[in-house]
């Protein structure tokens, strides 16, 4: 199909998914692609390291999905497909996403997540402007993260699982919407300056923004150089488990389609202009996590239980390791009534099981085959 027979009436509404072949990216563009066969989706995705068409092989033959291989910074190209598909929503997760690459390499975290975010920004802009109705219908939904918020201090060492009502007892022990940005990598501070450049469109051109700050998220497709699908890789090949410091951080975890539900509801329901935080109540020291699932793993493949438990490996810390984050999202249950539908427990059984039983994925992403395979294809074309 070119860019320029397309029928773009057929369809109710045409979305850019920025991002979609990454890990929260697949479930948010097949979370839309099934359930709104009256929308377009166009997942647009560079295919970096993260990126992975294998993640999406389920719907990539359905008729309200297109995936587009481009760059965020890629103005022009932006421009064109703004155009040609009369995109009236974007749903923005394109992003370098990993901490530790961040502290190795700024740069790439500058030029996509804040130039990248900025090149759509204006794209978008100028489109809509261009429109008769103008803003009118359109959004420009920006994901972002709470580590832009910097970190909490350790106040409630056990942590917190699932606790909804944690807010009403701990108060301000949490980031909420209004906690004054104090990112301290560099990957934070990159994903802080694209929120402050959304909020700028917003103020300066009136360009119907939201943003909204999410916890970590865990569960399948997952790229395993993040903790969790990492070490599940490791405990299954018995390879040490390099747990930075003394594994003492705390982390908010939710459960992968829990944020993607969420993302559905605040992009249709959300008010312009806003932020929302989006978390699971469900803290977890570093050490106590990996632990869980150890056991789960060790479980799952008929191991004797703790038997891999002597994995654990104590490294240097991490530079500049944020101690504590957690969430509240109060206000996204009380406005719009989300919260997370699934207790720790089974999410985390949920993901182990999907890593063993998918080893092929794993095998091929840790091998780079992914990418060779599509280095090609997209070279021939
Ligand atoms: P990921 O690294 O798994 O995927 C990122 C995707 O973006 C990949 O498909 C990659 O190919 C694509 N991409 C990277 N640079 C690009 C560019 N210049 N142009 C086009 N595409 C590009 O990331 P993720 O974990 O799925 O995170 C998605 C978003 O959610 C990010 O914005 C991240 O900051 C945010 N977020 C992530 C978490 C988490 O726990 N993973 C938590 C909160 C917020
Ligand atoms: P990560 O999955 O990289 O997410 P983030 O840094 O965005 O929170 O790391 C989660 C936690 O696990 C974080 O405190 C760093 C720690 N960690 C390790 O201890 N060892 C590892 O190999 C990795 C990747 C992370």
Aim: aromatic content about 12%; hydrophobic content about 35%.
């Amino acid at each position: 199909m070119t860019l320029k027979n397309i029928d773009i009436m057929e369809f109710k509404r045409n979305i850019i998914i920025t991002g979609g072949a990454g890990f929260i990216g697949s479930h948010v563009v097949r979370l839309f692609v099934n359930k709104y066969p009256d929308y377009r989706i166009i997942n647009l995705d560079k295919l970096t390291y993260a990126g992975n068409l294998a993640n999406l092989v389920d719907i990539e033959g359905k008729p309200n999905y297109i995936f587009v291989k481009a760059d965020i910074c890629d103005f022009e190209k932006i421009r064109e497909l703004m155009t040609v598909y009369h995109v009236d929503g974007i749903i923005h997760l394109a992003a370098e996403s990993h901490v530790d690459r961040s502290i190795r390499d700024p740069f790439t975290f500058a030029r996509t997540n804040v130039l990248g975010t900025l090149s759509l920004l204006q794209a978008a802009k100028l489109y809509w402007e261009s429109q008769s109705e103008g803003y009118e219908g359109k959004r420009f939904y920006h994901i972002s993260t709470d580590e832009v918020y910097g970190a909490l201090e350790l106040t409630h060492p056990k942590g917190l699982k699932n606790d909804i009502s944690a807010h009403e007892v701990y108060g301000d022990d949490f980031f909420h919407e209004t906690t004054k940005y104090n990112p301290h990598s560099p990957y934070s501070a990159s994903k802080a300056s694209s929120d402050h450049f959304v909020r700028a469109f917003h103020d300066t051109y009136g360009m119907p923004t939201i943003i909204t700050n999410c916890s970590n998220n865990y569960g399948p497709y997952q790229f395993p150089e993040k903790l969790i699908p990492l070490f599940i890789n490791n405990i299954r090949h018995r390879k040490p488990l390099p747990v930075y410091g003394k594994g003492e951080n705390v982390r908010d975890w939710l459960y992968v389609e829990d944020h993607a539900r969420a993302i559905d509801l605040i992009f249709h329901k959300g008010r312009i202009a806003d932020t929302y935080n989006i978390g699971g109540f469900n803290e977890w020291k570093n050490i106590d996590i990996i632990k869980v699932v150890i056991d789960t793993v060790d479980r799952l493949l008929g191991r004797e239980l703790g038997e891999d438990i002597n994995l654990i490996t104590y490294v240097t810390d991490r530079k500049g390791h944020d101690l504590r984050y957690a969430i509240d999202s109060t206000k996204l249950k009380t406005e719009l009534g989300w919260q997370p539908s699934l207790q720790f427990e089974e999410g985390i059984e949920r993901t182990v099981r999907w890593y063993l039983d998918n080893q092929d994925w794993m095998d091929n992403v840790t091998s780079g085959n992914y990418q060779r395979y599509y280095d090609e294809m997209y070279n021939k074309r």
